[in-house]
Every structure is written in C-alpha cells, then in structure tokens.
C-alpha cells in the first residue's frame, strides 16, 4: 500500500478481554516496529521485526503482551487480559532495510473500560 | 542507554515568526542520527528533518532547520516563517546504528513539545 495501515484505528474493550491490533507496512519493508503512546510515558518501544523474526523484544512491558509477523508483511500485536494501564495509542512502522527513515501509521488508540 | 530531554512542554509563537525547539540527549555512542518528528492531531508521526551524527553541517529541509551540537548532545529545531499548518506535537529521536550497517533499529524519543502557531 501507500503507507502503513493500522486497524483497527480505534478499540474500546472491557477489562480482562483480549485484543489485537494489526500494522500492514508498506510493502518491500523488511523492519517492523510497534511503539506505545500513553499520556505521562511518550512514546515507548515495545518490540522490532527484521522479516519474520523479532531481534529485539525488550519493550513489551509483560507476558500479557505478545506480536508476530507473518510473510514478512501484517503483524498483529495482542493484548490478553486487558488492564486499564494498558489503554494507549499503539503506532506500528515500517522501514526499509537499508534505509533509516521510519515511517509511521496512524496509530490504533486502545481504551480498556 | 540512551535518554532524550525536550524541556519545553509547551511553546506557542505567532505565524511568519521563528521558533526554536530544544532537545538533548545522552549517550556513549559515537554513530547515530538524531530525528525530529511531527505529530498533528491526526496522529500520524510525520518525519520533519534528520542529521547524522558523523556530518557537522547542520541538515535543512525548506523551512526546518538544525542546531547539532555533538560535544553538547544538543540537537534543536529551527522552524522559520511559521504556518498554522505546523501547529502539532514535535518529538526530538535518538536512533545507535547497528554495527552490522543496517540501521534499522529502534527510536528513542523525547517526551514531545506542543508547538501552538497563533494567526
């Protein structure tokens, strides 16, 4: 696509739910990253894909937390058991491999009632 | 571990004017680039300008402009003719490049200035 898609672009779900969250990134971007956006925190790294495989996942803040890529492409971050900490805007992006510029979607903002 | 300070929350500046923004970093390493990126309200991060760490001339983009400062870690953002159109949250990144040469890795960021551009 043009640009990095995210859905869905707003989430609104009940305490101890799951959910999932989904990045499509530019197509031929082999790295993949989701970021956290909270009120008081910034922006947080939560964990980075070179392809299929994640190098680096020292950001996801706890076991609840998990994110895979598949085809090198979607990735999907789930959330199991919801807690009210969790509620954020949650930015995924993409880059080339090659290339320093990340670019970003539009982010998915999660609110856990 | 890297850190980046953006100590303006909040700054506001009338439209044509210039405005400059703050950032500092720190950190051990010696090759890196250092990013400004916008945020409008439609939240979409928007890259404004970059400049590697290993050039000292100071990189441009129309009307954005740096102030790098290498010994300082001082990395500030000079926007000239100010339009409403820029009014947003500005995030100062730090990005270490990998020592295999990629340098996709992850982006560490300042905590954000909400620059307000007044008619």
């Known amino acids: 696509g043009a640009g990095v898609s995210q859905s869905p672009s707003n989430k609104v779900t009940e305490k101890g739910k799951d959910v999932e969250l989904r990045c499509d990134p530019i197509?031929?971007?082999?790295?993949l990253y989701w970021y956290r956006q909270s009120l008081g925190q910034g922006l947080e790294f939560l964990i980075y894909f070179q392809g299929n495989s994640a190098p680096d996942k020292s950001g996801l803040p706890s076991d609840r937390f998990s994110a895979e890529r598949t085809g090198g492409s979607v990735s999907t971050l789930t959330i199991q058991r919801t807690q009210q900490e969790d509620s954020a805007v949650y930015l995924c992006a993409s880059s080339f491999y090659m290339n320093t510029e990340a670019f970003f979607g539009q982010g998915t903002r999660l609110t856990v009632v | 571990a890297q850190t980046v300070t953006q100590s303006q929350p909040e700054m506001s500046v009338q439209e044509a004017e210039t405005v400059t923004l703050s950032c500092t970093y720190d950190?051990?390493?010696?090759?890196?680039?250092l990013f400004w990126y916008k945020q409008p309200p439609s939240r979409q991060m928007i890259l404004v300008i970059r400049?590697?760490?290993?050039?000292?001339q100071n990189a441009t983009e129309n009307r954005f402009s740096v102030n790098f400062q290498k010994a300082a870690k001082s990395f500030s953002l000079k926007i000239s003719d100010s339009q409403l159109g820029d009014t947003a949250m500005y995030f100062c990144?730090?990005?270490?490049?990998?020592?295999?040469?990629?340098?996709?890795?992850?982006?560490?960021f300042g905590k954000g200035t909400l620059l307000t551009v007044n008619p």
């Open positions: 990144a730090f990005m270490k490049l990998s020592n295999s040469g990629g340098s996709n890795y992850k982006l560490t």
């Open positions: 950190t051990s390493e010696s090759n890196y680039y």
């Open positions: 400049q590697e760490a290993y050039k000292q």
């Open positions: 197509s031929g971007h082999t790295a």
